[in-house]
C-alpha cells in the first residue's frame, strides 16, 4: 500500500470512542424501527406500535394538508396508494422477502431536498424505493428527474403502474437489486439505511465508487463507512414515524492514490 493511501485511511479512521457512540445510538434507533421485536416487554412493545401508528397518522395529515392541495397529481397518486394499501400491508409484504418495511415522510425528504439544494436539473436515485412515494414526491416538488429501484415485485409493479397512470414521465421505476445498481446518471443518491447492518452499507459504498464526482449520498441514522471516495459533508435533523434520527450528507470527491 502506498504511504499516501495509509495515511488517507488512518485520518479518515473513527475513534473507538465515536464509534461506541454511533453505534450506541443505532441500537437504540433499531429497537424504536421493531416495536415487535424481542427487545422490548409486552406492554412497551404495544405502546410504542400505538405510538407509531398515531405518528404515521399525523404525518399523513400532514401530507394531506401541506401537499395535496399544490399538485393534484400527488395527491391523486398517494389515495391510490393509501387505497391498494388496503388490500396488502407494505410491512409483512417486505418482511416476507426479507426485507424491512418504512417510509419517508414528506417532510424529511423536504429537509433533505433543502440540505442538498436540490434542483430540477438534479437526478434522484433512491435505493429501495418502496411503494415509490419518495420518487414521487421528489418529483413533484422538487422537478428533478427520479429513478427508483426496488427488488420487492409487488411494490415495484404498484409504483411502476401509478407513474404509467398518472403520467410521471420523469419518474422511472426498476426492479433489480440496488447492491449491483448503475450509479453514473445520479446526482443525489438516497438511502434509507437505518436497518442496514455496517458490512452491508461499506459494500454499497464501495459500489457507489461509480457515481460521478460531485454526487451526493444521503443515508439515514448513520453515515457511510468512511472510505477514500466519499467525504462526509454534515448532518440534518429527521423525523419518521418510529422517532427523530439524523441524515448524513456525504460528496463524491476525486479519489487520488498518490
Ligand atoms: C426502509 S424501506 C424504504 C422505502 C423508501 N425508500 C422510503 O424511504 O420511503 C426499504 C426498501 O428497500 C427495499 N430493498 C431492500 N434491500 C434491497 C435491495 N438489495 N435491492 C432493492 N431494494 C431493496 C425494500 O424492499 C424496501 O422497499
Known sequence: MSIGKREAQAQSRPSRAELAELSDKRDKELVAHFPSGETLPFQGRVLQLYRIKK??????????????????????????????????????VCRKNGFVYGETPPLSLGRIAAFCNLTPDDTWLELGSGRGKGCF????????????IEKVPL????????????RMDRVCFIQ????????????CVYLYSTCMSEEDLEILAHQMKTLPIGAKVVTVSAPLPKTAHFSERGSFPLSFPWGDTEGYLHLRIPYLDS
Do not use: M
Open 155 to 166: 411494490f415495484y409493479r404498484l409504483s411502476s403502474v401509478l407513474r404509467w397512470i398518472f
Open 55 to 92: 405518528a404515521n397518522l399525523q404525518f399523513q395529515w400532514e401530507t394531506i394538508r401541506r401537499y395535496y392541495p399544490k399538485r393534484w397529481r400527488f395527491a391523486f397518486s398517494d389515495l391510490v396508494l393509501g387505497f391498494a394499501s388496503l388490500f396488502f400491508n407494505p410491512y409483512r
Open 176 to 187: 433489480a437489486d440496488f447492491n449491483k445498481a448503475q450509479f453514473h446518471e445520479a446526482t
Open 137 to 148: 414526491w421528489i418529483s413533484h416538488f422538487i422537478g428533478c428527474r427520479t429513478i427508483g
